[in-house]
């Protein structure tokens, strides 16, 4: 590797007008390319494809012909249960009906003329008739819906729908004193797409500028001329576009989870390009040529950096073991994007500094002055090291014993820490659809809906009788279920209206009446749907209430059945998080401490690193109990990739400790060891960390949750490194009076 690295290092010296150039046009290709970037919303991409909770609920879309949620129109006035609103209820649903993809619409008008034949002209008896067929999409004076099936479950085409009832909405003439609001998943996905771009727009510039001010505040001193302090930035930023170039060609979308990776990557990236700049510097200084600094940096600082690549790496693409897309798709992307910094580190950033000093623009004409100035400026971090690396060297076996509790405390508070699953609470809660959507909550209920689909033998009164039995008896006994629907109380409302009883016949006339499109969210071939009106809201809800319909349902004696609907994916979506969390983890620590134990070819070496980043996780789980902070499908990857990007920190100690130990003790080595690399990886770390925290500035709050807790999972990475690495060094040193460590280090 280090030859390679020479051959590569001497090329890009000799060469670097045309390796500017080749980047050049790289970076203007990705430019078109990223034009074609497509959006991806929804809870399609959190489920393995083989997932069965998944594959029921994709089944029961395709029998019963709706896509994953319907269309909702909300007609609001002062009084909508009148013959004009009605009448221009009917001339909506008639046009909505014509757009491609859009199966029967519901409204109170169409089920009265579905039974009654005419709309009557009196408001008192339609009154009367939408309390007898239709109050559950009228439960008051002011408000009444429109259902808007869709036959796709084709996230574009239910955009586009989405988008040409809109349309229609704003080109019709609506009744004095009524407004109209669509809401619902597909006007939700085109909302998404807009609030997506905004929030990557906000975090990038947040990212970026958070950049600037931290290279300006640690790294400016490190350069000749303070302008050039901000190349690993511009090394970063080309990165990220050239990777938003790349995911169309990867099939990767745009979502709520990926546009994350984006300006996390940002400060992530930057580390690679200090290193190397702050060798190339150093060398320049100390009287070498552009050619030979740009060699010797490269060569030297290419094989440091490629380790701590592979370490992140390892921790992003642990990400893709649970199988879960979206996970995969940031793992992927994140671990892309490192790659592509990492390249242009060792090709564009030698060849620019090379171009630059053979301009002269390097050059700093007052030297003593900026080394004064450094000097200041470095002073109050130079100081904290210091003291840092008092306490380490005076405290190490209190430090471990902290450790351990944090580590205990840690365990034990991640059995509190509460899942969210539910979709909704994701996104920005202030888009249009979410605040209609919350509105329609407070109306007519929660709109968990469970939806209990039965295969039965024959249709006839007596299947619908036990169904009937069935469904009135889980809103009795199920506290969270408060209402449901289904083609067996349609049946009962005909037969108390007109005063019948419920028999074979009049079943066959109610579905006559009806017809097909209003009963396709009913029946489906042999199949019957009941869907079930929750006011389920959290993980534990959602899982509760499943378990206990099926219970119910066996009771009754039915056992060809399944239950679908959204809180049944939320529930299975945290099963999902705790497993792939678990999966995630495990093999994040196998791979590093086989990639550790290859290089090192010692155990001891191999778990130091390893035992202080297992303290920043128990720090992290405690942090989440304690603000509340709740899992989510993007937070259950932060132990994997605390792993890849904290122990960094822990190596670049490590190494250090045992250059330094050839000559000294180890109180002194610990306090030589933090006081000199302890700059570097501050440095590192409050880059990384700026990355991170700019996902705080999000719309997103599934994003601001994660920029928060890896933040603090940064910042406590470089706490570790700095005290539990050295602490343990110490420690095992003592305990074992064979100096160990440095008869290792003497052998490898």
Known sequence: MEEYLGRLAKFVAERPGLVVSVVAL??????????????????????????????????????????????????????????????????????????????????????????????????????????????????????????????????????????????????????????????????????????????????????????????????????RRKVTAFAPLIISVMSVQILYGLMPLMGIPLSEHTNGALPMLIGLAIEYGAQLQNRYEEERRKGNKPNEAAVIATTRTGLAIIMALLTTIVGFMSMLAPGIPAMSDFGIIASFGLILAYILTITFLPAALKLLDEKNLLENNNSAKAKNKKVKELGYLEKSLESIATFTAKRPLGILVGTTVIVILGLYASQFVELETNYNKYIPQDLPSIVRFKELERTVGGQAVYTLVLNIDELNSETLEKIKELSDYIVSREELVYDYNSLTKLVDDVAKNYDLKVSDRLINKVIEAAGEKQLAMYISGNQLAVHFYSDADTHSEYIKLYDSLKKDVRFYGFYDY??????????????????????????????????????????????????????????????????????????????????????????HILERYFEERRNLDPIASVRRTIERTGKAITTSALTMAGGFGSLMFSSFPILRDFGFIALVSILFSLIAALTVVPAFLIVTERVSNKNIFRINNSKS
């Not at 959006?39 to 998944?54: A, L, Q």
């Not at 039974?115 to 939408?130: C, H, I, R, Y």
């Not at 791979?591 to 155990?603: A, D, F, H, K, W």
């Not at 509340?628 to 792993?643: D, P, R």
């Open 26 to 223: 790289i970076l203007i290709f990705s430019a078109i390319s990223a034009q074609n970037v497509s959006m991806s919303t929804g809870t399609g991409s959190m489920f393995p494809k083989d997932n069965p909770i998944y594959l029921q609920y994709k089944m029961y879309e395709r029998n019963f012909g709706v896509g994953a949620q319907s269309l909702f129109i909300l007609i609001k006035g002062d009084r909508v249960i009148s013959k004009e609103v009605y009448d221009y209820m009917l001339q909506l649903q008639n046009r909505i009906e014509q757009i491609e993809g859009v199966g029967a619409t519901t409204s109170p008008a169409s089920i009265i003329v579905a039974f009654n034949g005419f709309l009557p002209d009196s408001d008192v008896e339609l009154e009367k008739l939408t309390e007898t067929y239709a109050s559950n999409l009228a439960p008051k004076q002011t408000l009444a819906l429109i259902m808007i099936p869709l036959k796709t479950s084709d996230v574009d085409m239910q955009k586009s729908i989405a988008k040409q009832i809109e349309k229609i909405i704003e080109s019709t003439s609506l009744p004095p004193g009524v407004a109209l609001e669509l809401t619902g998943s597909a006007a939700l996905s085109v909302q998404l797409e807009r609030e997506i771009m905004k929030s990557l727009g906000v975090t990038m510039t947040v990212s970026i500028l958070s950049m600037v001010l931290i290279l300006y505040i640690t790294f400016s001193g490190a350069v």
């Open 562 to 651: 399944y239950i679908t609907g959204s809180p049944v994916l939320f529930g299975e979506m945290g099963r999902i998080m705790i497993d792939g969390q678990t999966k995630m983890t495990y093999v994040a620590y196998f791979l590093i401490l086989v990639l550790l134990l290859c290089i090192y070819r010692s155990i001891r070496k191999a778990i130091v690193p390893l035992i202080a980043i297992t303290s920043v996780i128990g720090v992290m789980n405690l942090i989440m109990f304690v603000f509340g902070v709740k899992q989510t499908m993007m937070s259950i990857a932060l132990n994997s990739i605390t792993l890849g990007l904290g122990i960094d920190f822990s190596i």
